[in-house]
């Protein structure tokens, strides 16, 4: 089982809708959760943090987070077609100083 | 605007140059980190640097070499670089490694020829 699993697409969601995001990881100790943007050719971007159980809500995004079920998911609200992009999931593993990051997701909103 | 900068930008280099990357943050972070992005994957993590004290992935080849000048700065020396070390090289740097929140500068693309 890999540490980070996400859905890896493409997944195809028209504009104005609602992209759902998911990602699981392996680890039960992991305390700190990460989806980062990354359009083609940049670097990833940090868009939300979140590091307890529930939801965290930042303007038209949402990240959720069920550390039993070991499953974080990011909703993004009134999808544009500026948030086509591949979305990484990443997580950090306890004491081992690094981040690991899931697949990603490519996701494209259609207008 | 970015508070991680990277230079150059864009680097073709031979497989006998040497050259170096550069990476600067402007957040007083403890912690610095290079990854290695290949296309259509996730950022590979190569190295770490923690109040000073280096990590190293054991699996990257001594032909990459990282220099952390000082807590704001980390450089990453190539020599004899391979064609498959083509890729998108990433900086990030984090408040220290227990808050692991990173920051991505803007990365150098590397052309191995």
């Known amino acids: 089982q890999k540490e980070v699993e996400q859905n890896s697409g493409p997944l195809s969601v028209p504009e104005g809708a609602i992209a759902s995001l998911n990602c699981t990881y392996s680890d039960r100790g992991s305390q700190s959760f990460f989806w980062y943007r990354q359009y083609s050719g940049k670097s990833p971007e940090l868009i939300m943090s979140i590091y307890s159980n529930g939801d965290k809500e930042d303007g038209r995004f949402t990240a959720q987070l069920n550390k039993a079920s070991q499953y974080v998911s990011l909703l993004i609200r009134d999808s544009q077609p500026s948030d086509s992009a591949t979305y990484l999931c990443?997580?950090?593993?306890?004491?081992?100083?690094?981040?690991?990051f899931g697949q990603g997701t490519r996701l494209t909103i259609n207008p | 605007d970015t508070e991680v900068t990277q230079t150059p930008k864009h680097l073709v280099m031979g497989m006998t140059n040497k050259k170096s990357l550069k990476c600067e943050q402007h957040m007083g972070h403890r912690a610095m980190y290079w990854y290695k992005q290949k296309a259509k994957k996730p950022p590979e993590l190569m190295f770490v640097y923690s109040y000073e004290k280096l990590s190293i992935n054991e699996s990257v080849p001594s032909r990459f070499s990282p220099e952390c000048p000082n807590s704001s700065l980390l450089n990453l020396h190539l020599h004899a670089l391979q064609p498959e070390d083509s890729a998108l090289y990433l900086c990030a740097s984090s408040r220290d490694y227990t808050y692991n929140e990173q920051f991505f500068g803007p990365g150098t693309r590397l052309t191995v020829l």
């Open positions: 990443a997580v950090d593993i306890q004491g081992a100083q690094k981040l690991v």
